[in-house]
């Protein structure tokens, strides 16, 4: 079966331009089968060059390597992923939504304070480290 096998880890990670360590990380998340030859060495099938632009592909829109390897198994049992994908995506899509929102309303008060300080400079008190900072009430 090794001779299916053809390509040592060195190979993959040169034709993919992934780090041998990061191969290894996968094989360990089971997102990446090799077998080991007599003389200790990991061999892949030619398959696995796909396999490794499909899992950085995936990062690339923000899938998590557990995302992925959902996706595989899916497609392992032989079925199309695609609407897991889309879910997923659209999941994303949602959550960056949220943290737009929180990110404007964060830069909103931000200039809000930015405004109030230029409009009147707080005076020191006794024990401030900086009094713009001091005026700035603790949230519950």
């Known amino acids: 079966m090794i001779a299916a096998l053809s390509l040592?880890?060195?190979e993959v990670a040169k034709q993919t331009g992934v780090a041998v360590g990061t191969l290894r990380y996968y094989e360990s998340l089971g997102l990446l089968q090799s077998e080991r030859g007599a003389n200790g060495y990991?061999?892949?099938g030619p398959e696995a060059i796909h396999q490794v632009q499909f899992i950085k592909k995936a990062q690339t829109l923000g899938f998590s390597l557990g995302d992925v390897?959902?996706?595989l198994?899916?497609?392992s049992q032989g079925d199309w992923p695609c609407?897991?994908?889309q879910a997923?995506?659209?999941a994303k899509i949602q959550k960056l939504e949220a943290q737009i929102a929180q990110m404007i309303a964060f830069k909103t008060e931000l200039?809000?304070?930015?405004?109030r300080w230029a409009e009147a400079q707080p005076h020191?008190?006794?024990g401030d480290i900086c009094p713009l900072i001091e005026t700035v009430p603790l949230a519950p």
Request: no cysteine; glycine share 8%.
């Open 8 to 10: 040592r880890i060195g």
């Open 42 to 44: 990991r061999y892949y």
């Open 69 to 71: 390897g959902e996706i």
């Open 73 to 75: 198994t899916v497609h």
């Open 83 to 85: 609407q897991l994908v």
């Open 88 to 90: 997923r995506l659209n």
């Open 111 to 115: 200039e809000q304070y930015r405004d």
């Open 124 to 126: 020191p008190q006794p």
